[in-house]
């Protein structure tokens, strides 16, 4: 069994994120879907981060509803769904790659968790890791890297 497998119809596990869902684009969301979460998944985390300046946070999703698996669309913003933390540009909802120079890789890492965060307003990354650390089921990620245009 292959367990939690996170894919985006807009790239391939390390390959280039296109420009529309970057600082240079449109700034959309990629769609992603997931598939092989354990049985008893309530809720799915969702946090996007950029290693290469550390740990810089681009998107926190929480209490996406549980199952064996799901997905997310292209465009997501902040109004669309209400469960969505502040990223490190200071505002709710997801925010593109834009590296200031260079290449850099971005994380897109999903866990599976056995319920509901319940946290309140637009939460930090760090909060949302603090409230999922004892409720993961399990966990994948997704890599994607950007070029700056």
């Known amino acids: 069994?292959?367990?939690l497998v996170l894919t985006s119809p807009s790239f391939d596990e390390g390959g280039a994120i296109p420009v529309r869902h970057s600082c240079d684009g449109a700034n959309l969301s990629p769609a992603l879907a997931w598939q092989g979460a354990p049985q008893g998944t309530v809720s799915f985390a969702l946090i996007v981060d950029d290693p290469d300046a550390r740990g810089f946070i681009h998107w926190v999703v929480f209490d996406i509803p549980g199952g064996s698996g799901g997905s997310l669309p292209?465009?997501?913003?902040a109004v669309d769904a209400a469960s969505q933390g502040r990223n490190d540009f200071g505002k709710a909802g997801y925010g593109g790659p834009c590296p200031p120079s260079g290449t850099h890789h971005y994380r897109f890492?999903?866990?599976a968790l056995k319920s509901r965060l319940g946290l309140s307003g637009t939460p930090s990354a760090a909060e949302v890791r603090t409230a999922l650390t004892t409720r993961i089921l399990d966990q994948t990620s997704l890599s994607g890297t950007y070029t700056r245009q």
Do not use: D, N, V
């Open 74 to 77: 292209e465009g997501l913003r």
């Open 109 to 111: 890492t999903l866990w």
């Open 1 to 3: 069994m292959a367990g």
